[in-house]
């Protein structure tokens, strides 16, 4: 069975502090993906990046970055110099090569930061 | 272009009864995925559609269905409504097949509260 951990619940911080999200997953497929999305107020998920299972480079999107260790079996997501615009709950997800468009998604962490 | 679109927004029902949710997905995306979040928990996944055939189902009951139509577009249905079906219906659709897994693109989704 897949699973995947989100274990911090809720992170408040200053603006312009870094932040990291962990999340923590857990599969026997050997090619799966690994997604975080965003949710802000509104409802709609937001899509932010999609990596497999073989590709472990980290990437770095403007004040996003991702650290995906597969001996870890972890993928986790850091903002640096957070603003007020980045607060949302965020989801880590995982899909299996054969479980079609099915995603598993963690239980998210609620980022607040504060002004 | 206009992205994955869900009707209504909200919905309130009555135990026992029945509620009918719809989704068109964005343009060109033949894929479409239902998942249910509810309140405080990630999404979970529900069913998925391609070229109007189901190719995943997540460990939902019977009295949830889903069909898709020959212009992508969705239903979801669910029968003799619960109070635990009260959750936020998100739908997603992806540009490739069953057998590709690209980024899910989320609408909105319906608020549906029983009562």
């Known amino acids: 069975a897949q699973k995947v951990t989100q274990a911090q619940t809720e992170i408040s911080v200053v603006e312009k502090e870094d932040v990291t999200l962990d999340c923590v997953y857990e599969t026997r497929d050997t090619t799966y993906y690994l997604f975080w999305y965003k949710q802000p107020p509104s409802g709609e998920l937001v899509f932010l990046i999609r990596r497999n299972s073989f590709d472990e480079q980290n990437e770095i999107s403007g004040r996003y970055s991702w650290n995906f260790q597969k001996s870890t079996s972890s993928f986790n997501f850091t903002i640096t110099a957070s603003q007020v615009v980045d607060s949302a709950v965020y989801f880590c997800a995982l899909s299996g090569r054969r479980g079609a468009q099915k995603l598993v998604f963690g239980q998210g962490t609620r980022l607040t930061i504060n002004p | 272009d206009a992205g994955v679109t869900q009707s209504p927004t909200h919905l309130i029902k009555t135990r026992g009864q029945q509620v009918t949710l719809r989704c068109s997905p964005i343009s060109g995306h033949k894929s479409v995925s239902w998942y249910q979040q509810v309140l405080g928990q990630g999404p979970q996944f529900i069913f998925q559609?391609?070229?109007?055939?189901?190719?995943g189902r997540g460990n939902f009951p019977d009295r949830f269905s889903a069909r898709q139509f020959p212009n992508y577009s969705s239903e979801l249905n669910v029968n003799a409504l619960l109070l635990g079906d009260s959750a936020l219906y998100l739908c997603?659709?992806?540009?490739?097949?069953?057998?590709?897994?690209?980024?899910?693109?989320f609408g909105p989704g319906t608020r549906l509260t029983v009562t």
């Open positions: 559609y391609y070229e109007k055939e189901e190719r």
């Open positions: 997603a659709s992806t540009e490739q097949g069953a057998l590709r897994l690209y980024e899910q693109y």
